[in-house]
């Protein structure tokens, strides 16, 4: 059995494709239209094409947008992201303006940082 995918709720699929991929790096795997307005977008690491894919998934439903606000307001991230220098990246984000609720910093072994994805999310990432 393996990870091929994960879901992360998004307010808005363009703006998050837009973020995801112009500011973050991510390469768009799969784009299908599905039903009224919606589509499948999926998302894979450069460095790792035939990878786990990310689901943008669209928080229409009640639940889905209640749960993504409610991680959001408590400041849990929804998912973390491993990097190979955590300053590194912090760095490169921050020119990007994009926005820390945790700056690069380290907690025991682990180096990591989180920030706002712009699309209702807190995103992890840390050092591998």
């Given amino acids: ?6 879901s992360i709720f998004v307010e808005n699929q363009e703006e998050a494709l837009q973020f995801y991929t112009d500011v973050l ?4 795997k799969i784009d299908e ?3 009224e307005g919606f589509r499948w977008l999926t998302l894979v690491s450069p460095n790792q094409p035939e990878g786990t894919q990310l689901v943008l998934e669209p928080n229409g439903n009640p639940i889905a ?7 959001f307001e408590a400041n849990i991230p929804i ?4 990097v190979t220098d955590v300053q590194q ?9 994009v926005k820390f609720t945790v ?5 025991g072994n682990a180096k990591m940082a989180i920030f706002d ?12």
């Fill in 65 to 71: 947008s209640d749960y993504q606000q409610r991680l």
């Fill in 89 to 97: 990246e912090y760095q490169r984000l921050s020119q990007k303006d």
């Fill in 79 to 82: 998912t973390m992201f491993g």
């Fill in 103 to 107: 700056e690069s910093t380290t907690m």
């Fill in 117 to 128: 994805d712009t699309c209702g999310n807190l995103i992890q990432m840390i050092e591998q």
């Fill in 25 to 28: 790096g991510f390469e768009k």
């Fill in 1 to 6: 059995m393996e990870i091929i995918a994960n």
């Fill in 33 to 35: 239209p599905v039903g």
